[in-house]
């Protein structure tokens, strides 16, 4: 782990920023302030948080800007309360109320069988508003300009939808359900909520999100925009290379021949593979091809 301060970060090498982002705050804005914090242009973000969401957010700097695509598609897991008894426009706490059904008849059991219905594969039709785009123009501002917007399902796995805590509020009106959910990329956890309260007929919501990891990245890993600007501290390339795919420490000859772009003999698995000089630097990131090992990524070029 690299530190430097806020003033002091000329020549800020290359890593990941593990960040709490905080409610409230867009990726976007967690970007601008993380630029301003680390001294450079060269920052990138690898799959957003909705602002009221709080938790995991991983950052890229400088070269390790180019790993964020292989940690997008990663999964993911969140806790989460979702409301049953009340539906909003955004299906979350952030968009109006647009119906509201008395939710003291649900059960438990209920509860419990309905979220077993949306465990495993599923088909999951996403939020609405949400930034995918439709006809190239993303979906929210679609429905923000008044357009009813149907989106296709999308298949997404939900590989674990546990739950915590039930808690009767208002009178027992309303139902809040304390939830940990790990999914793979592109799950929409407030859809989950929506398709919930959907399926026991009171309508659903999402209150509170928090992301607590992504990838091998977790939330004890993670620094505050406080903390960063009192101590920038990020994972070293090296160390995110290697905590995210598999390890091949090279040979003096396969590192130089891996600096020209050239194949080497294949890696022992098919999956992408970090490959390490023998001082321990990250070189590439190989996949085999063709009974060889094929430099997807050359980090130390000749």
């Known amino acids: 782990m690299k530190t430097g301060h806020e003033n002091?970060?000329?020549?800020?090498?290359s890593g990941l920023v593990i960040i709490d982002k905080p409610q409230g705050w867009t990726s976007h804005d967690v970007v601008g302030r993380t630029r301003r914090l680390a001294g450079t242009?060269?920052?990138?973000h690898a799959g957003t948080l909705?602002?009221?969401?709080?938790?995991?957010?991983?950052?890229?700097?400088?070269?390790?800007?180019?790993?964020?695509?292989?940690?997008?598609?990663a999964s993911k897991t969140y806790t989460a309360t979702i409301r049953l008894?009340?539906?909003t426009i955004t299906d979350d706490a952030e968009g109006e109320v647009i119906e509201r059904r008395i939710a003291a008849a649900v059960t438990e059991e209920q509860i419990h069988a309905g979220i077993a219905a949306l465990t495993g594969e599923i088909e999951q039709v996403p939020s609405s508003v949400s930034a995918i785009k439709v006809n190239g123009e993303r979906s929210y501002a679609r429905v923000r300009a008044g357009e009813e917007v149907?989106?296709?399902?999308?298949?997404v796995t939900?590989?674990?939808?546990e739950v915590h805590d039930i808690r009767r509020e208002r009178g027992g009106k309303v139902l809040d359900i304390d939830v940990t959910v790990d999914c793979t990329s592109g799950t929409y956890i407030r859809a989950l909520a929506r398709d919930l309260g959907a399926a026991l007929n009171v309508g659903g919501h999402l209150t509170a999100l928090r992301r607590t990891q992504v990838g091998p990245y977790t939330l004890e890993q993670a620094h505050t925009l406080e903390e960063l600007a009192k101590e920038f501290s990020y994972l070293e390339l090296d160390d995110a290379a290697a905590a995210l795919f598999p390890r091949r420490d090279l040979t003096e000859a396969e590192r130089v021949e891996l600096s020209y772009g050239r194949r080497i003999a294949e890696c022992d698995t098919d999956e992408i593979t970090a490959a390490f000089?023998?001082?321990?630097?990250?070189?590439?990131?190989?996949?085999n091809k063709a009974g060889q090992a094929k430099p997807e990524l050359v980090f130390a070029t000749a």
Do not use: H, Q, W
């Not at 002091?8 to 090498?13: E, F």
């Not at 000089?277 to 996949?287: C, E, I, M």
């Open 8 to 13: 002091n970060t000329d020549g800020i090498g």
């Open 41 to 44: 242009r060269k920052v990138g």
């Open 50 to 73: 909705d602002p009221m969401a709080t938790g995991v957010l991983v950052l890229g700097i400088n070269k390790a800007t180019r790993l964020l695509t292989y940690i997008v598609g």
């Open 85 to 87: 008894g009340e539906s």
């Open 150 to 155: 149907k989106l296709k399902a999308r298949p």
């Open 158 to 161: 939900i590989k674990r939808f």
């Open 277 to 287: 000089a023998p001082d321990g630097s990250l070189v590439a990131l190989l996949k």
